[in-house]
């Protein structure tokens, strides 16, 4: 029902900068929260970055004062401004939305998008 696609990774050297953009689209819902959340090989997926529908954030300790998220809710969009970038940073990088549906009966789900690669070399 609703699509989340993710854009702007790409190869960067370390201490180099990124900034992914994700938006989503479909019919007849609005969004709560939404995040951003990356995976490495072998690697569980981790929450890096959350944003309330109020502008309320959440990072995780290894990526505070480095990385920024910001949304335009006119645009239905979340963005990540990544910089000063590690090796460690790489991996694919997911949009997440918290989304919900029903003008009567209220539905809530999770919207995930496809992915964007993020490679950092040293």
């Known amino acids: 029902q609703v699509q989340l696609v993710e854009s702007g990774g790409g190869l960067v050297q370390a201490g180099g900068s990124l900034k992914l953009s994700c938006v989503a689209s479909?019919?007849?819902?609005?969004?709560?929260?939404m995040a951003w959340y990356r995976q490495a090989p072998g690697h569980q997926r981790e929450l890096v970055a959350l944003?309330?529908?109020?502008?309320?954030?959440n990072y995780a300790d290894s990526v505070k004062d480095r990385f920024t998220i910001s949304r335009d809710n006119a645009k239905n969009t979340v963005y990540l401004q990544m910089n000063n970038l590690k090796p460690e940073d790489t991996a694919k990088y997911f949009c997440?939305?918290?989304?919900?549906?029903?003008?009567?009966?209220?539905?809530?789900?999770?919207?995930w998008g496809q992915g964007t690669q993020v490679t950092v070399s040293s």
């Open positions: 479909g019919s007849s819902f609005s969004i709560n929260a």
């Open positions: 997440n939305a918290e989304i919900v549906t029903g003008s009567f009966l209220r539905l809530t789900s999770q919207a």
């Open positions: 944003i309330t529908s109020a502008g309320a954030r």
